[in-house]
């Protein structure tokens, strides 16, 4: 399986460049390997009192809440919808938590990460160890062109999109489509995606799949003889479907923003990939806890060691981390727009942009 970081990435260093540095990143992507496990190594420490609030913030008030909406249907099926909401922003949460554990890092006991990462996996649909090889492979090849495919958005280039044919681009701008995206997407990427096991999965990894797939269908079965199917799709679905939805969302701008990172074999470095390819997104601070602190996805990515209640500490503590591609919420949410890669401008293009010879950035740019 590949390790959450190449052997060459934070944590046990980082290999320098092949291609000149973005300003303010000359120290990260250069520095030799005893530095960057110097530096890091301390954010990348575990704490049981903070993963512990964690869980009372995340996966137990989601619970209850769930609760909360199953009652609210006596009263008003407004309220439970009304409900909905919290219990979504609940559930991203509790996703976050799920992911440091397929890292490694929300706990100190690797044991205790992986069934609590299973356990978590139940409300979020997601068998673990299928979920924690293909979020590896995304850590290993973000932003290489030559390694696109697995844990990550499907990004094509401009020449890749203008030699498909008609049927080709058609997927293509579906696939990319807001609507169909952040709509029918979560419901590909957290009810059927996982349930299928890939062509020539090892077998530790097609139990995983399976065994989920059976817990699944006797708690789901379950619940829906318990309180009905009707009332288990409002009560589990539309959070589901909700978190989801942002779920997507904030995956995809943490990589798919206009000056974003992308480069082909010998040039590509994981330390520039993390740290000009993965944004920093400024959310506002309900927000920002909502979603677990992954806003600072380019201290993540350089080293995914770091569990997310360290993540802030570590970018206002390191002045690497001060010159990094910046989005706000509305700058996250412009950049739905762009889709397709042009490798003559280094930047994410929008379809408009890419049917013209003299594509240029978005109007009104507010990227840093």
């Not at 293509?172 to 029918?184: E, H, I, K, S, T």
């Not at 350089?302 to 990094?324: K, S, T």
Request: proline share 6%; net charge positive; glycine share 8%.
């Amino acid at each position: 399986m590949i390790p959450e970081t190449p052997p060459d990435v934070a944590g046990a260093g980082v290999r320098a460049p092949a291609r000149p540095n973005a300003p303010g990143c000359e120290t990260a992507t250069s520095a030799p390997e005893a530095s960057w496990k110097a530096t890091l190594t301390p954010y990348a420490e575990p704490h049981t009192g903070r993963a512990l609030v964690d869980l009372a913030t995340s996966a137990l008030p989601y619970l209850l809440l769930s609760f909360a909406m199953y009652l609210a249907l006596s009263v008003s099926a407004l309220l439970a919808i009304a409900l909905a909401i919290p219990a979504a922003a609940l559930l991203v949460r509790t996703f976050i938590v799920f992911h440091d554990c397929s890292h490694g890092s929300f706990l100190h006991s690797r044991r205790a990460n992986r069934w609590l990462g299973m356990a978590l996996g139940l409300l979020l649909y997601a068998p673990f160890l299928r979920w924690r090889h293909d979020h590896a492979v995304h850590h290993a090849t973000a932003g290489d062109l030559e390694r696109r495919g697995v844990g990550d958005i499907r990004t094509l280039t401009v020449a890749e999109y203008h030699a498909l044919d008609r049927r080709g681009r058609l997927a293509y701008r579906l696939a990319r489509n807001p609507l169909l995206m952040f709509g029918l997407g979560p419901i590909v990427a957290m009810m059927i995606g996982p349930r299928i096991v890939a062509k020539g999965a090892r077998p530790r990894m097609r139990r995983n799949v399976l065994a989920t797939d059976v817990v699944l269908a006797l708690l789901v079965g379950g619940l829906c003889w318990l309180i009905g199917w009707r009332d288990y799709l409002l009560v589990a679905g539309l959070p589901a479907l909700l978190a989801g939805s942002a779920g997507i969302w904030l995956f995809y701008v943490q990589h798919q923003f206009e000056d974003a990172y992308w480069e082909s074999g010998k040039q590509w470095s994981y330390a520039d990939a993390a740290l000009r390819g993965s944004s920093y997104l400024k959310l506002p601070k309900v927000l920002q806890f909502c979603s677990g602190n992954i806003g600072f996805h380019h201290v993540h990515h350089l080293n995914a060691r770091i569990p997310n209640y360290n993540l802030q500490r570590a970018h206002e503590e390191n002045a690497i981390f001060h010159d990094v591609p910046t989005l706000s919420l509305r700058d996250g949410l412009r950049a739905v727009t762009l889709k397709l890669w042009d490798e003559d401008r280094k930047r994410l293009v929008t379809f408009a942009q890419a049917r013209s010879s003299n594509a240029h950035p978005l109007a009104g740019s507010r990227w840093q």
